[in-house]
Antibody
Framework: EVQLLESGGGLVQPGGSLRLSCAASGFTFSNYAMSWVRQAPGKGLEWVSGISGSGGTTYYADSVKGRFTISRDNSKNTLYLQMISLRAEDTAVYYC??????????????WGQGTLVTVSS | DIQMTQSPSTLSASVGDRVTITCRASQSISNWLAWYQQKPGKAPKLLIYKASSLQSGVPSRFSGSGSGTEFTLTISSLQPDDFATYYCQQYNSYWWTFGQGTKAEIK
């Protein structure tokens, strides 16, 4: 069974940094692209960033480009999202999601349970 | 980026009703469209991909149709477990975008 477990969320001040992790199990991690998708409280879904199975290709939404960095450690079956210069509008539940193939494709299944990031002073 | 617009934003229905949700794309996305279901406090779950393909394990009362810019999700007979929020999402071109969601409520 595929399992994705996010961690690293919490309360951070505006301008601060945070690193999210997503531990994967139940599949050959390096064979699949992964993405981060976020959901602000009471709002809809917003794709944030994606990375290919090898880690060689990364994509970002314009709203986070230059501030967030996606990476992965295939030896540890773990996906990361390094976030800097955080803003109030980054407050959201952050989900990691498995893609359907090794290249970034944009079809997400399954998703982790999410980790809440709150940016506030 | 491609804008996705869902209607209605909220629907009120009874158990056993047939319900349809519409999703429109701001430009053609061929059939690169997915539908997700989300329950309160839970992660989204993939229901339909490639506009009309049912994800494994999803009940057959869910179906999808459409191509180009207009798509529909139909639930043939609404069940108590189906009261949730539904999102469409295009994966035709980076970056991937979602509709604003349709909340299915009990009438």
């Amino acid at each position: 069974e595929v399992q994705l477990l996010e961690s690293g969320g919490g309360l951070v001040q505006p301008g601060g940094s945070l690193r999210l992790s997503c531990a994967a199990s139940g599949f050959t991690f390096s064979n699949y692209a992964m993405s981060w998708v976020r959901q602000a409280p009471g709002k809809g879904l917003e794709w944030v960033s994606g990375i290919s199975g090898s880690g060689g290709t990364t994509y970002y939404a314009d709203s986070v480009k230059g501030r967030f960095t996606i990476s992965r450690d295939n030896s540890k079956n773990t996906l990361y999202l390094q976030m800097i210069s955080l803003r109030a509008e980054d407050t959201a539940v952050y989900y990691c999601a498995k893609e359907g193939k090794i290249t970034i494709f944009g079809l997400f299944d399954p998703w982790g349970q999410g980790t809440l990031v709150t940016v506030s002073s | 980026d491609i804008q996705m617009t869902q209607s209605p934003s909220t629907l009120s229905a009874s158990v056993g009703d047939r319900v349809t949700i519409t999703c429109r794309a701001s430009q053609s996305i061929s059939n690169w469209l997915a539908w997700y279901q989300q329950k309160p406090g839970k992660a989204p779950k993939l229901l339909i991909y490639k506009a009309s393909s049912l994800q494994s394990g999803v009940p057959s009362r869910f179906s999808g149709s459409g191509s180009g810019t207009e798509f529909t999700l139909t639930i043939s007979s609404l069940q108590p477990d189906d009261f949730a929020t539904y999102y469409c999402q295009q994966y035709n071109s980076y970056w991937w975008t979602f509709g604003q969601g349709t909340k299915a409520e009990i009438k």
